[in-house]
């Protein structure tokens, strides 16, 4: 069939879109690229110089290579404990009978919604007095705030959707529950297991508030703390800000691009089932 | 191999529908009971109450001559074959079928003998390195026969193991089935919605509805004597005409209902009554005639053998012999015996 | 219940509640202890900077304070507006691109990756890239704006308090219609298409096709698809922090950028506890109304 109007329309649209999508990360890079005396004055689109001397200063003068480190230690952490953590939650709420399991995931989700900022006094005074500001688990334990009820909401969805009839028959086979859970469910979960502990990572990577109250110096910042501090005095540079964004965005890309299947999984675990 | 007893045995879901109402029932050791019925009638209820996917709300249930009925279902040694197969889609036809004996510490070289020997009479033997996907639907089946087969359990649950077949197959799979209860001797539970399939498998049949219990009887007792109207027009294809007694032309209480299988009425030029003919649909061997009887457009229907069959609007006799009626309480369906 | 096979059902509730254990007791450590603090703290006079005063117990008077406090009556107007106009802007930019997704045969794996990148990001990095577009009259985009006449020749979006908020609501809109997108397309892909050749047999055109049959029933999605984001919007604090520092002056504070200003630089945690909980009133109270629309609209579609 040949193209209608309406499909036409459509196509244009989307190609806007995307470009519209697309077009700040590729300025993003573009610009990082471009010296510094050229930043504010090039108008064409396409890069008339490139140099790396954003890239060096960042390593250089800045030593990015820490708040990289730390942002990988905290985000990897986090995933390690909650992901299992939520997982067997979430198995009980998915497939075994208790009373109150209502009331347990919408008491789940109540906290979740709460802003991030209300418990930031209290988490600081706790933290102080663990001795745990501007430690690993001095951010571990506030990302699980939010990292172990995503993980709860998108595992419980994840385990819903596998098919009963598998478990019962592994119990009438003889296995228990957990031995089921081991033997059967997690192997058939595993894709919503990666979806899940790839959301959590990402969720944790881009996290700045709580990074921002409870580290104190430049040697445990996380990328999206190190690089707001970048801020001089007088002026920004942005020459070295953009190319730290684009280095805080590579990871980022390089997951995005790896599993964006595993990432929609995720996302949409919820929606289908309403 | 153990006989099941249920006693007065009920599921109430917390919503207030009532599944399965106290029933009581006796499986005999090495019995194949077929529990059929429309759905929603709580047939599959049922079935899950023995393995102990569902907990009663009432009852007993015994196996062998342990009360099970607190027991879960890993604990019950009973085997089911689901319609959807079940089978473990990340293990091997050889996983899958050692799992069961896996769970309970058997010993590898049982194990190995067990699958050989089952795999053997199955015919399954090239399809054990072979994982759950990449086999036909056939060969899925008769896969999840095997694991059920090869942890020699007290009693075999089928939930409708041969809906999900093509047709074709079915006749063939409703051999083997019986070829293998034979040479097994198990007790079976064997659900199904297909009453030619209950009918051509079983040692008894179950009828149920609306989560009681109809009647339980070899199948041509029921087909002979069925013990109310439902069951009357369930069992039997086409199904079971029923007429008020006055129509059918017999002495019997005020209102009740006589019942003729199609099979039994018969059409010809001459005949008690006068009838018009509908419809008619060949069959192949028969044709049924889709009848109405002239002066009270009772509905009828007849099996004719296909050689010249009667045209639409032809009028025809019929005779409804009364050593085939059957006949019911018009308020409840219930029987009241053949006329005689 | 049947007393014989209650010990099955007991077995179980408690396998249930033992692996339910460690998470619940995770999120009342870590969430629900500091939430309760914060309710407490927000009923008492807390000022770190005035020691000398106590913590006394003023039940409401935080709240009082907020009620006629200005700066507090422009920050939540701020956070109110902002979500009322980029939510639904996301919806629709978000549905356009569903659909656009939905209708793609090839390099559905470009699209996807491409709509996923501005939602994976962080958000301080889209917070400053987009600042570096719009900056004084040189970004890209200051300069694009410029050049078709848009805006005169000094602008500086950023010390203009309304204009201010475009880069921060057109940075939310670029990194959150593709989580949109995502969601919506979920629901697209659950509509039967047989639905839509029957429409087109009957004579529909595609645009009233999409009107009457496919957007009502993705009416659910985008119900939730729609919550999540108001939720989150309420929420607004990135964005506003980075790009602006809630500048100029306090023409782009969210109520959440307000709060933490009272909290850490004012030292004021009595007051600034009582406006996080003003704000989780907030997102939960439209949580609350959301859900009933959402009951409602999902009995409606169903039928």
């Known amino acids: 069939m040949t ?66 480190r730390n942002s990988l230690i905290v985000s990897g952490l986090t995933t390690i404990v909650a992901v299992p953590v939520a997982a067997l939650c979430a198995y009980s709420l998915a497939r075994l009978r208790m009373r109150g399991k209502s009331l ?50 998108l595992l419980t969805g994840f385990f819903r959707q596998l098919p009963r009839d598998l478990e019962e028959a592994a119990m009438l086979d003889g296995a228990t529950r957990m031995r089921t859970l081991r033997d059967v469910v997690l192997p058939l979960a595993a894709p919503g297991v990666a ?60 997951l995005v691009l790896a599993c964006q299947r595993r990432i929609v999984a995720g996302l949409t675990v919820g929606a289908t089932k309403g | 191999m153990a006989a099941i007893t249920l006693t007065g045995l009920s599921k109430t879901y917390p919503n207030g529908h009532v599944a399965v109402r106290p029933l009581d029932l006796r499986i005999e050791d090495g019995e194949f009971l077929v529990m059929v019925g429309p759905s929603g009638c709580g047939k599959s209820t049922l079935l899950r109450l023995i393995a102990g996917l569902e907990t009663p709300t009432g009852g007993r249930i015994v196996v062998g001559d342990v009360d099970v009925t607190a027991h879960p279902p890993q604990r019950r040694d009973l085997a089911m074959v689901f319609q959807s197969y079940a089978l473990y889609p990340h293990m ?18 049982t194990i190995a003998r067990q699958i050989g020997s089952v795999a053997e009479a199955l015919d399954i033997e090239e399809l054990l390195d072979r994982r759950p996907a990449q086999l036909s639907g056939g060969q899925r089946q008769r896969v999840a026969l095997g694991r059920a087969i090869v942890r020699k359990a007290n009693a075999f649950l089928l939930d409708e193991p041969l809906s999900n077949l093509d047709p074709s197959l079915r006749a063939q799979a409703r051999a083997e089935l019986r070829r293998l209860h034979r040479l097994l001797g198990t007790t079976v539970v064997y659900v199904t919605h297909d009453q030619e399939e209950a009918m051509t498998l079983s040692g008894r049949i179950a009828v149920m509805r609306d989560g009681a219990l109809e009647q339980v009887a070899p199948p041509l007792e029921i087909y002979a004597t069925p013990a109310n109207t439902f069951v009357a027009r369930f069992i039997g294809a086409p199904p079971m005409n029923l007429l008020p007694a006055a129509v059918a032309g017999i002495d019997a209480p005020a209102g009740a209902v006589a019942g003729i299988r199609p099979h039994d009425v018969r059409v010809g030029t001459e005949g ?57 309480d018009q308020r409840d369906g219930s029987r009241l015996g053949a006329h005689t | 219940m049947n007393h014989r096979a209650a010990p099955v059902e007991r077995a179980e509730t408690r396998l249930a509640w033992l692996l339910v254990a460690p998470a619940l007791a995770v999120i009342l450590l870590v969430s629900l202890v500091p939430i309760v603090v914060t309710a407490w703290e ?198 506003a922090y980075v790009m602006t520092g809630g500048g100029p002056g306090t023409a782009t504070e969210p109520l959440s950028l307000y709060a933490f200003i009272a909290l850490m630089q004012r030292l004021r945690f009595g007051y600034g506890s009582a406006l996080s909980v003003i704000v989780f009133l907030l997102t939960f109270a439209f949580a609350l109304v959301w859900v009933r629309a959402l009951g409602r609209s999902l009995s409606g579609a169903r039928s």
């Open chain 1, 195 to 254: 979806s899940t502990a790839i959301l959590t990572f990402l969720y944790c990577w881009n996290e700045f508030l709580f990074a921002l109250s409870f580290t104190l110096g430049p040697d445990r910042y996380t990328v999206p703390v190190a690089i707001m501090l970048f801020r001089g005095r007088y002026q920004v540079p942005w020459g070295e800000v953009l190319a730290a964004t684009v280095l805080a965005t590579i990871p980022v890309a390089l």
């Open chain 3, 42 to 239: 927000a009923l008492h006079l807390h000022d770190l900077r005035l020691p000398w005063l106590g913590r006394p117990f003023i039940g409401a008077g935080n709240f009082v304070e907020a009620a006629s406090d200005p700066r507090f009556g422009a920050a939540l107007f701020h956070t109110v507006a902002f979500a009322l106009i980029s939510v639904p802007l996301e919806l629709m930019l978000g549905l356009a691109l569903a659909v656009m997704m939905h209708s793609v045969v090839q390099g559905r794996a470009f699209i996807r990756v491409s709509a996923l990148l501005p939602w994976a990001i962080p958000t301080v990095v889209a917070a400053l890239l987009w600042r570096f577009m719009f900056e004084s009259q040189t970004g890209i985009l200051a300069s694009s704006f410029q050049t078709f006449g848009l805006v005169g020749p000094a602008f500086d979006w950023f010390v203009d308090p309304i204009a201010a908020w475009v880069p921060i609501i057109a940075a939310d809109v670029w990194k959150t219609t593709p989580f949109v997108a995502i969601l919506l397309l979920a629901g697209l892909q659950t509509i039967d298409p047989a639905l839509g050749d029957a429409a087109r047999i009957d004579g529909a055109s595609p645009a009233t096709g999409f009107l009457t049959i496919t957007l009502p029933l993705l009416t659910p999605a985008l119900v939730v698809a729609g919550a999540f984001r108001m939720l989150d919007a309420l929420r607004l604090f990135d964005l």
């Open chain 2, 92 to 109: 091997s036809v050889r996983e899958n079928l050692a799992y069961g004996l896996k769970v309970r510490r058997t010993d590898a070289a």
């Open chain 1, 104 to 153: 347990l995931l919408a008491f789940v989700l109540a906290v979740s919604m709460f802003p991030q900022i209300s418990i930031v006094p209290p988490l600081y005074l706790i933290l102080r007095e663990l001795r745990l500001l501007n430690t690993y688990p001095g951010l571990v334990l506030p990302y699980l705030t939010f990292s172990m009820p995503l993980a709860i909401w």
């Open chain 1, 3 to 68: 193209a209608r109007p309406a499909a036409i329309v459509l196509a244009v649209a989307g190609a806007l879109l995307l470009a519209a999508l697309l077009f700040p990360i590729y300025w993003m890079v573009v610009a990082s690229l471009m010296p510094e005396s050229r930043l504010f004055e090039s108008r064409s689109l396409l890069p008339t110089a490139v140099t790396f001397e954003h890239y060096r200063a960042l390593f250089d003068e800045r030593d990015f290579l820490v708040p990289i």
């Open chain 2, 272 to 328: 008690a009554r006068r009838a018009t003919v509908d419809l008619v649909e060949p069959r192949g061997p028969d044709c049924v005639l889709h009848l109405h009887l002239d002066g009270s457009n009772t509905p009828l229907l007849a099996v004719v053998s296909s050689a010249a069959p009667p045209a639409i609007g032809a009028v025809v006799f019929v005779t409804l012999p009364p050593d085939r009626l059957h006949v019911f």
